[in-house]
């Protein structure tokens, strides 16, 4: 006997086995045998596996099957039938096990007593140098359970190789892998957590479970291109069913049922577009069949969009499951709309399709997710390529967008151009122009390129390329991916890369499993076919792989490392700082490069209205569309704007410029904030205080780089400037964003864009951003009263505009919006509070400057004592207010009745005086001439 036997099964994986097998031996525990099963490989496998016997015969062992099993469970049963030891453990060839795995595992096995030991596991990607932890939040802690209903969170991880298992308890059991079937795995652990009697969890790292994303032949279950995997999951599946039934364990198989909705369904879906028409009608029958045994609550606590598709596949509807998989977003990717959505009855629905039935009607109703709230920037629509055809050495690209809710207007202005983009080098690709124009509730597009002429990949290193259209649609600017299916397999178009055309002479077009249309670089000509077949055969295995793989990532940590942002900072404090200031540049920024908007806007306008001759440099995040024509754009934290910061002889922005980049003296750096303080900043706020001293240093030093900061009362300089930190030069000018309120600005353009004409009074609901548990802001404004109780007792006199924090998004049905309007898209909140009547806000800034307009407000505020205990407060809101304040809807909707009274006039001008007391009208022009023009004090 032995304390461990690690059962190592292996196919045709010579050239790993060895890794996978000194893994074992290599244990800080040294009572472990290893037995490998050898699966009737046809490589040398076997002779390596006798080679390591032949150099370990007391700790290794091999078996050698005649026969193929054609997979996993048949091989891992041939290992328990020969272990000799008291525990067992399963490690595939191609992984390796952790050092202190079977340590740590044995001693809490003998500590516990427990039966079955599960540890940590972690995806390595050796292509990519990464990893990450598998199903990291049940591994956090140790614990042990007396049953898997304790956590049944466990069941969620169905590896059968991060776990350690007393031989005796399988023996009891009668616990063996199922045989010719595929995801022996998930049944396996099902049966082996219900059976235990004792189960441990410990969080340490025991396994290493190595995903080769490039390899030539990917693992078993990740052949989801064949019908017989998705055969074989559902052929698990039902066995689990039959186990949890043996069980009575009706709330695991409604948990399971839920994840298959959630997580199986979706790895099928996702990757449909590149499948066959025979692969799909397969796979929908096997589906529908075996979805009638799911719990019909499962489509009730299903996710959203998961339900969706599930009900699509159950009737048969695989383009609307695709478009509704397309928008569960990707680990690292947003999500893509390629549904057109409708609304019906004032209610958002995914499809137009199935809206006959209550089920229908209630699973596709997809108004509560918000979507249509969204700005169009952020829906992320999708388009699809549909046709390719030729014409001498002219190849015309067809397609079409989606046009969600028709929210591309039909008199827009649209130009494109259509870009073939190297996948595995952001920023890489090559680009022609595009027409496109509006047909039956889409966008057509069709673009005109000459491969040879204008596409010009290097070769061997930028193999694979795709499609997207860059739309322009008036002021904004989208980035559409361009999907197709299997029925463009057959295209290739001709190519001349750059590195001889032994790297390959044609594109050839292929759908990978995101359905994105792709190309990949291949060769037609024989010569270069038979240098690239013996260059990948080199490539594919043993020492030239290993070769290989190194380049790619010496190429690729090359690539990060140019783009990384340390990088950046370090040559803009060692290179860039160098460079001469250009005397004329100013770069603007506001709120982080989210918005042209705030204090900066207006002192950008002001500097362009007095004619003074300076280069002006925006700054800007995500997309460039609303900026200003006549400014340069340099994208936030590229190599553009860090060379812009460092030659700057001006910096002007409202929330902070990266903290690293370090501040040159002949730099003069205007800070104009965005807001006076109602709550505790800086150093005065109870997370600084509870932060760390270097976090606090760390904030000095970024406000030490401020020369000049903008206060609109002294109030701020006895507040705000005090916890931030501030010792720059106060510039006692009030806010450029305040002079139009001040000098009572024209919004009619707002207005009519808004369709505000009907005489109705406007009222603006404008609320500070809310954090969820962790400080972070909350992703979702949750309405703190009832819109439609505002419709109905205040819709025929009053409009309600309702505008969350930048850092918040809201949804507003659709049913309302004769009556409410989601503004959230209106950058510039000064143009708002200009056509607003009346504002409802709780303790955001915005209070402090449309105060100015001698307006009503109304102080909803039904967690202030709770706000002022854990955030703090510079004075006491119910004292100062200009305006009631009010903790129930009841009397919310009572003061909004009673506005015509307005009763707080006084109050208005006694907050005016006290936190606005600069706010005179000018201080954009203030700024221009001290800094600018040179007819200030500057």
């Known amino acids: 006997m032995t304390d461990v036997s690690v059962i190592v099964i292996v196919y045709n994986d010579a050239d790993r086995l060895p890794t996978a097998v000194r893994s074992v031996l290599d244990q800080s525990h040294r009572d472990v045998e290893c037995v490998i099963v050898n699966d009737a490989s046809t490589d040398a496998t076997a002779q390596v596996a006798d080679s390591l016997v032949a150099a370990n015969p007391h700790r290794v062992r091999v078996v050698h099957r005649k026969d193929n099993s054609g997979g996993c469970g048949q091989p891992r049963n041939d290992g328990i039938e020969v272990a000799r030891g008291t525990y067992l453990m399963f490690l595939d060839s191609d992984d390796t096990l952790d050092r202190h795995a079977c340590r740590n595992m044995v001693a809490t096995a003998e500590q516990t007593g427990a039966e079955l030991v599960s540890g940590c596991c972690w995806r390595v990607f050796p292509d990519k140098g990464e990893e990450r932890a598998w199903y990291r939040g049940v591994y956090r802690d140790r614990a042990v359970y007396s049953s898997v209903r304790e956590r049944p969170e466990l069941l969620y991880d169905t590896l059968s190789t991060n776990k350690l298992y007393r031989r005796d308890f399988l023996d009891r059991e009668g616990l063996r892998f199922v045989e010719r079937l595929h995801y022996e795995d998930l049944l396996f652990s099902t049966q082996a957590y219900l059976a235990a009697r004792k189960i441990a969890i410990i969080p340490h790292r025991v396994y290493n479970w190595m995903t080769y994303e490039n390899a030539v032949t990917l693992s078993i279950t990740n052949q989801r291109s064949e019908v017989r995997n998705f055969a074989d999951r559902l052929q698990i599946f039902r066995r689990i069913d039959a186990v949890y039934a043996r069980y009575g364990a009706d709330d695991l ?81 947003k999500p893509r709309l390629t549904a057109p959505l409708v609304e019906q009855d004032g209610r958002i629905y995914w499809s137009a399709d199935h809206l006959d039935t209550e089920d229908g009607r209630r699973v596709l109703d997809v108004t509560d997710l918000g979507i249509h709230s969204l700005p169009l920037k952020s829906l992320n629509p999708g388009g699809s390529l549909t046709g390719i055809e030729r014409t001498g050495a002219t190849y015309r690209l067809t397609g079409d967008i989606v046009n969600p809710l028709g929210r591309i207007a039909a008199d827009a202005k649209l130009t494109a151009r259509l870009e073939i983009r190297d996948r595995s080098r952001k920023g890489r690709f090559f680009s022609v122009p595009a027409s496109v124009t509006h047909t039956g509730g889409r966008i057509h597009w069709d673009a005109d390129v000459r491969p040879q002429r204008d596409i010009r990949p290097l070769g061997f290193v930028d193999q694979s390329w795709g499609l997207r259209l860059r739309l322009t649609a008036g002021d904004e600017e989208l980035i559409i991916r361009l999907f197709a299916d299997h029925a463009m397999d057959d295209i290739a178009l001709p190519v001349r890369p750059r590195l001889t055309r032994l790297a390959g002479d044609h594109l050839e077009a292929y759908v990978p499993e995101n359905g994105e249309m792709s190309f990949r670089l291949v060769a037609h000509g024989r010569i270069a076919r038979a240098f690239l077949t013996a260059l990948r055969g080199f490539t594919s295995s043993g020492r030239g792989r290993r070769w290989w793989v190194g380049l790619l990532r010496s190429e690729k940590a090359l690539r990060d490392v140019f783009t990384r942002r340390s990088t950046k900072m370090s040559v803009y404090n060692k290179v860039f700082v160098r460079l001469p200031i250009r005397r004329n540049t100013v770069v603007f920024e506001s709120h982080l490069g989210k918005q042209y908007s705030d204090n900066p806007k207006y002192i950008y306008e002001e500097l362009r209205k007095s004619g003074a001759k300076y280069t002006a440099i925006w700054s800007y995040a995500g997309s460039s569309a609303g900026y200003p024509k006549d400014a340069k754009l340099v994208r936030r934290g590229s190599w553009s704007y860090y060379l812009a910061l460092a030659r700057a002889r001006y910096w002007v922005d409202n929330q902070g410029f990266p903290r690293e980049a370090v501040k040159r003296p002949q730099t003069t750096y205007i800070q104009t904030w965005h807001g006076s303080a109602y709550k505790l900043m800086g150093v005065d706020a109870p997370e600084t205080k509870r932060g760390t001293r270097a976090q606090r240093a760390r904030l000095q030093e970024m406000v030490d780089r401020f020369d000049h900061f903008l206060v609109r009362t002294e109030q701020d300089a006895h507040t705000l400037v005090k916890g931030l930190g501030v010792r720059a030069e106060l510039i006692r000018s009030g806010y450029p964003r305040n002079d139009a309120l001040v000098n009572r600005g024209d919004a009619t353009a707002l ?67 004769g009556t409410v309007r989601n503004v959230m898209d209106v950058d510039d909140v000064t143009s708002l509070l200009l056509l607003t009547d009346t504002l409802i806000t709780d303790y955001s800034s915005i209070m402090f400057d449309y105060a100015l307009l001698d307006r009503p407000m109304v102080f909803f505020a039904p967690d202030l004592d709770d706000y002022v205990r854990s955030r703090g407060a510079y004075f006491d809101l119910k004292e100062h207010a200009p305006g009631p304040v009010v903790a129930e809807p009841d009397e919310l909707f009572a003061a909004l009745r009673d506005l015509d009274r307005d009763t707080y006039a006084k109050q208005r001008r006694a907050f005016v005086e006290r936190f606005g007391e600069y706010d005179q009208g000018t201080a954009a022009k203030q700024v221009v001439e001290r800094f600018f023009t040179g007819n200030g004090n500057g």
Do not use: C, W
């Not at 500070?768 to 819109?787: A, I, Q, S, V, Y």
């Open 751 to 817: 207005r009519k864009k808004l369709k505000l004409t009907d005489g109705r009074k406007v009222v603006l609901y404008a609320p500070t951003f809310r954090t969820d548990d962790k400080g972070r802001p909350e992703k979702r404004l949750e309405m703190p009263f009832d819109l439609e109780r505002f419709a109905h007792e205040l819709g025929e006199t009053h409009i309600l505009l309702v505008r969350p924090h930048y850092l918040n998004t809201v949804v507003v049905p659709p049913s309302l919006s």
């Open 253 to 333: 198989k409604l948990r399971k049922d839920i994840k298959f909705l959630n997580h199986d369904l979706l790895l099928y879906i996702r990757g449909l577009r590149s499948r066959s028409t025979e692969y799909r009608e397969a796979f929908v029958d096997l589906a529908r069949d075996y979805m009638s045994s799911l719990d019909p609550r499962a489509f009730e606590e299903a996710h959203e969009l998961q339900a969706i598709i599930g009900f699509m596949i159950m009737n048969g509807d695989i383009e609307g499951a695709v478009s509704a998989a397309d928008y569960v977003p990707r680990k690292g990717a």
